[in-house]
């Protein structure tokens, strides 16, 4: 893990470089284990032509996959668009390959440019999910584990940010719908409410992900996580993460709302005032989260001291 601690800390260029010798490695073995798979031999590499081919593949698909923008892209980020980037690298490679032996007239059996082509794609892309492993690997450790409850769009963009953030790792999914059950979303399963509990030893917070869910659902969900002892925390509402005002990663304590049920009734500020300005006023059951939200609202009409 000391190699990956310096490679956050060292510069851009010098990871491009390693990348860049990685991949060159990459290539090298793939050259020869594409003449082992068909030959059942090392022989090639006694022969001198062999090696003129492999000293122009190495720097025409190094350039491929600079042109490509692999060196571009975090390897954090590692996504379908890079797989695609680096398949038509190999693939180009590939192509001259069969060209130089045609042109050169080279003995070299057909099949060996489509085994290079091959193996190149899965040691470059191997190497970059090997990195992406370790590296999530060893950030996970240092992260609080949470489960999301809710795995629709939010839920899965709410995951992609906390894999990303450095505060916590979602051990698993939970969903009400049985279909979902089961399955795997970011390489996280998908559990029923019922599974809570077996992760209940190594987890202590549940995120709801159910920003378009109605205070009434919301309400009933909250009511049967309760006796899980888990804290229970909200991602923000649609309308203000698509206004701005919050951000998708932002989670908060379950609010007033969301345990009424129902759509909030503002206050009648005149009878409060009537009924507590310059009044005692004694709240029973502060410490819960209606009777705190009491205090705060009493606190603004200025009760007497």
Same mark, same amino acid.
């Given at each position: 893990?000391?190699?990956?601690?310096?490679?956050?800390?060292?510069?851009?260029?010098?990871?491009?470089?390693?990348?860049?010798?990685?991949?060159?490695?990459?290539?090298?073995?793939?050259?020869?284990?594409?003449?082992? @798979?068909?030959?059942? +031999?090392?022989?090639?590499?006694?022969?001198?032509?062999?090696?003129?081919?492999?000293?122009?593949?190495?720097?025409?698909?190094?350039?491929?996959?600079?042109?490509?923008?692999?060196?571009?892209?975090?390897?954090?980020?590692?996504?379908?668009?890079?797989?695609?980037?680096?398949?038509?690298?190999?693939?180009?490679?590939? =192509?001259?390959?069969?060209?130089?032996?045609?042109?050169?007239?080279?003995?070299?059996?057909?099949?060996? &440019?489509?085994?290079?082509?091959?193996?190149?794609?899965?040691?470059? +892309?191997?190497?970059?999910?090997?990195? =992406?492993?370790?590296?999530?690997?060893?950030?996970?450790?240092?992260?609080?584990?949470?489960?999301?409850?809710?795995?629709?769009?939010?839920?899965?963009?709410?995951?992609? #940010?906390?894999?990303?953030?450095? $505060?916590?790792?979602?051990?698993?999914?939970?969903?009400?719908?049985?279909?979902?059950?089961?399955?795997?979303?970011?390489?996280?399963?998908?559990?029923?409410?019922?599974? *809570? #509990?077996?992760?209940?030893?190594?987890?202590?917070?549940?995120?709801?992900? @159910?920003?378009?869910?109605?205070?009434?659902?919301?309400?009933? *969900?909250?009511? +049967?996580?309760?006796?899980?002892? =888990?804290?229970?925390? +909200?991602?923000?509402? $649609?309308?203000?993460?698509?206004?701005?005002?919050?951000?998708?990663?932002?989670?908060?304590?379950?609010?007033?709302?969301?345990?009424?049920?129902?759509?909030?009734?503002? &206050?009648?500020?005149?009878?409060?005032?009537?009924?507590?300005?310059?009044?005692?006023?004694?709240?029973?059951?502060?410490?819960?989260?209606?009777?705190?939200?009491?205090?705060?609202?009493?606190?603004?009409?200025? &009760?007497?001291?």
């Amino acid at each position: 893990m000391e190699l990956f601690r310096y490679l956050e800390t060292t510069s851009r260029e010098r990871k491009i470089l390693l990348l860049i010798a990685l991949d060159s490695l990459c290539i090298f073995l793939a050259f020869w284990f594409s003449f082992y @798979l068909r030959l059942d +031999s090392f022989d090639a590499i006694l022969n001198l032509n062999n090696w003129v081919l492999l000293a122009v593949l190495i720097p025409f698909t190094i350039i491929a996959l600079k042109k490509l923008r692999v060196y571009k892209s975090s390897i954090r980020t590692y996504s379908l668009r890079i797989i695609w980037q680096i398949l038509a690298s190999v693939s180009l490679s590939s =192509l001259l390959f069969i060209a130089m032996l045609f042109l050169f007239n080279v003995s070299i059996h057909r099949t060996i &440019p489509i085994l290079f082509g091959i193996l190149s794609f899965s040691y470059i +892309s191997g190497v970059r999910f090997v990195a =992406l492993f370790i590296h999530g690997h060893s950030v996970r450790k240092g992260k609080e584990k949470v489960i999301v409850y809710g795995c629709g769009q939010s839920g899965h963009e709410l995951a992609i #940010a906390l894999i990303k953030g450095p $505060m916590y790792d979602v051990v698993a999914f939970v969903d009400d719908d049985k279909e979902k059950q089961g399955t795997y979303v970011q390489g996280i399963k998908v559990l029923s409410v019922n599974d *809570i #509990a077996k992760h209940i030893p190594v987890v202590s917070k549940v995120l709801l992900a @159910l920003p378009s869910v109605s205070l009434k659902r919301r309400k009933e *969900i909250i009511s +049967s996580l309760e006796p899980l002892k =888990l804290q229970i925390l +909200s991602i923000p509402s $649609m309308e203000d993460i698509i206004s701005g005002k919050s951000k998708l990663s932002e989670v908060k304590e379950v609010g007033l709302n969301d345990l009424l049920g129902r759509e909030p009734v503002a &206050p009648h500020k005149e009878l409060m005032n009537a009924n507590i300005t310059d009044k005692v006023v004694m709240v029973t059951g502060a410490g819960g989260s209606i009777g705190s939200e009491l205090c705060r609202q009493i606190i603004t009409q200025a &009760p007497k001291n």
